[in-house]
Nanobody, 126 residues
Framework: QVQLVESGGGSVQAGGSLRLSCAASSYTYSSMWMGWFRQAPGKEREGVAAIYTGGGGTYYADSVKGRFTISQADAKNTMYLQMNSLKPEDTAMYYC???????????????????WGQGTQVTVSS
């Protein structure tokens, strides 16, 4: 499957911004789900955002709506997560993931994704 590598993580103060990137080893397919997940200490991995390259739109967790934006480069081999107005509760390891099929109502379900990156740490201090 597709090999993914995340980058762009770092440490910022609350209210700051970061842009995460997810580079694929090959171009992404025309109908593919690409998602961002995160896992904080003591918590389960949760879906943050997803984009359907087949034209299904974008999806966000309620906790990040209005602050995070998921996008894909026209070349379709890079996915981005623009994170603005960061909060301490956003602190987590962020992972990008890809799947060829995910039911719309399950975009946030981690096991629906077959391809995963190594993760990039995001730390937000107050």
């Amino acid at each position: 499957q597709v090999q993914l590598v995340e980058s762009g993580g770092g440490s910022v103060q609350a209210g700051g911004s970061l842009r995460l990137s997810c580079a694929a080893s090959s171009y992404t397919y025309s109908s593919m789900w690409m998602g961002w997940f995160r896992q904080a200490p003591g918590k389960e991995r949760e879906g943050v955002a997803a984009i359907y390259t087949g034209g299904g739109g974008t999806y966000y967790a309620d906790s990040v709506k209005g602050r995070f934006t998921i996008s894909q480069a026209d070349a379709k081999n890079t996915m981005y997560l623009q994170m603005n107005s960061l909060k301490p509760e956003d602190t987590a390891m962020y992972y990008c993931a890809a799947s060829f099929f995910v039911p719309v109502g399950s975009w946030y379900v981690d096991w629906r994704y077959q391809n995963w990156g190594q993760g990039t740490q995001v730390t937000v201090s107050s």
